[in-house]
Nanobody, 120 residues
Framework: QVQLVESGGGLVQAGGSLRLSCAAS????????MGWYRQAPGKQRELVAA???????KYADSVKGRFTISRDNAKNTVYLQMNSLKPEDTAVYYC??????????????WGQGTQVTVSS
């Protein structure tokens, strides 16, 4: 059974930084793409960043140049480094394991989410 556990959320002032972590278990971590998604109140869940099994990445336009996704296959962990945070980044952030190693594949398993709040 795949389990994903996020950590690292919190309250930060605009311009600050946070690093989210997602520890995965229950599957061959290195074989699958991993993604970070977010959902703000009243909005649909959206892709923030994804990283493939070959370390290829993709980002939402709104976070390019500010956020960096990375993975450590030895630790079965994916990270999201968030810099220059803005109030509009406020959301619940979810980690997801995709269905294949490609970033274009669909998310299949979800973590419980971690709240990120950016104050102005």
């Amino acid at each position: 059974q795949v389990q994903l556990v996020e950590s690292g959320g919190g309250l930060v002032q605009a311009g600050g930084s946070l690093r989210l972590s997602c520890a995965a278990s229950g599957s061959i971590f290195s074989a699958y793409a991993m993604g970070w998604y977010r959902q703000a109140p009243g909005k649909q869940r959206e892709l923030v960043a994804a990283i493939g099994s070959g370390d290829g990445t993709k980002y939402a336009d709104s976070v390019k140049g500010r956020f960096t996704i990375s993975r450590d296959n030895a630790k079965n962990t994916v990270y999201l480094q968030m810099n220059s945070l803005k109030p509009e980044d406020t959301a619940v952030y979810y980690c997801a394991r995709h269905s294949t190693g490609l970033t274009i594949s669909s998310p299949l398993y979800w973590g419980q989410g971690t709240q990120v709040t950016v104050s102005s």
